[in-house]
């Protein structure tokens, strides 16, 4: 039988079957859902599995009748994705009102998708004060509401339980980042975000196991030096594994990172000694922000700064989807930190639909002989 880290990556090439096997395996509902602030523990404790969307590589056929195409290719091709037949598994859909394309696509899908549940969680987008901490709560509780009564009764012992496997996973996950960052030589960054991004589709007890294996192999294995080049990498979802490959391949390597579906996912945990409705909220605010939601004691720049520190990262690479208003916003002032502190830097732009790995190669390869000519 296969070792749990090969049994993981082997996901990679149908993301989508762990859960459908599940579902046949145990009867269970599936819901999807597009963000990381997506309160996730409610809808386990519900009995349900929480799948993650992240888009796909294709050219999208169906799609276009109902978004433009100015909006991202994660909207884009993840509605394509529903039209066409390829989540006819799930038995609904979650959205978190974070930037204007996702808000509609939240109507757009409810009319179009055809899904027995549709949730939307409106979070405020100023992540600070009391009368945000306290709207969360109240939302938490509605979206709580909504799912016992339409996926499955979400009691608090349920609930609690739900945040202790949650909880365990974060921990797992960050001392995966941890080992990394002391030899990044032990895994590669394709497949240690992989193991983040499956979490998210995964059945998390099943997965903490996977991981706890995972882990030991990696623990016990020998220091492996590579003399590659540390980078950091920050944007929102990263699922481009082929690009990831080439950043080793011509010899970087990302010890950290601000993805929502890297460290952003399992950043903070949530607190155990507080109600579990407003230990969910404390935790979405504890959390490195993403570009979508503003606070105004946190600097983001400085955060990203001290997290580069402490990786050993020589340099950046942003990498976003094109026209993402709210990380094309982000990217100026967070370049001008990294510019001031003599850190070089790469911005990389794509659409699921026309990727292309050896385009992206040069420039990363001309990043490298910058940081190496340093």
């Not at 930037?99 to 939307?120: E, K, P, V």
């Amino acid at each position: 039988m296969a070792d749990a880290l090969s049994r993981l990556v082997e996901l990679r090439d149908d993301p989508f079957r762990w859960a459908r096997d599940w579902k046949e395996r145990t009867g269970g509902k599936a819901v999807g859902f597009f963000c990381c602030y997506a309160p996730e523990e409610i809808i386990h404790a519900a009995g349900a599995l929480p799948v993650r969307i992240t888009g796909e590589n294709r050219v999208t056929s169906k799609s276009g009748a109902h978004l433009q195409s100015y909006c991202c290719s994660l909207a884009r091709t993840g509605l394509d994705m529903a039209l066409t037949g390829d989540l006819e598994f799930l038995d609904g859909t979650v959205f978190v009102h974070t930037c204007d394309t996702m808000q509609r696509l939240s109507d757009i899908w409810r009319l179009n998708a055809g899904y027995a549940f549709h949730g939307d969680v409106v979070l405020p987008v100023r992540f600070e004060g009391d009368a945000a901490l306290e709207y969360m709560r109240e939302e938490l509780a509605s979206f709580k509401r909504r799912v016992s009564d339409n996926i499955g009764p979400v009691d608090d012992s349920a609930l609690a339980e739900s945040i202790r496997l949650y909880n365990r996973n974060r921990e797992l996950l960050a001392e995966l980042y941890r080992l990394r960052r002391e030899d990044p030589g032990i895994i590669p960054s394709d497949e240690a975000l992989w193991l983040v991004a499956s979490s998210a589709l995964i059945e998390k007890s099943e997965h903490n196991a996977m991981l706890e294996e995972a882990l030991a192999g990696l623990k016990g294995s020998s220091p492996k030096p590579d003399g590659k080049v540390r980078l950091f990498a920050a944007g929102s979802v990263m699922d481009q594994w082929d690009f990831l490959k080439m950043v080793e391949e011509v010899g970087g390597t990302i010890v950290d990172d601000d993805f929502c579906t890297g460290h952003r996912y399992f950043d903070a945990e949530v607190p155990s000694d507080v109600d579990p409705i407003d230990g969910i909220a404390r935790r979405l605010t504890d959390r490195g922000s993403c570009p979508c939601k503003y606070l105004p004691s946190g600097d983001r720049a400085n955060r990203l700064l001290d997290r580069i520190g402490e990786s050993g990262a020589r340099g950046a690479i942003f990498f976003q989807f094109k026209f993402c208003d709210p990380h094309s916003f982000d990217y100026p002032y967070i370049n001008k930190a990294l510019d001031e502190e003599g850190i070089p830097s790469l911005h990389l732009e794509i659409e699921h639909d026309s990727v292309s790995t050896e385009q992206l190669r040069t420039r990363v390869e001309a990043l490298l002989e910058t940081i190496r000519g340093c």
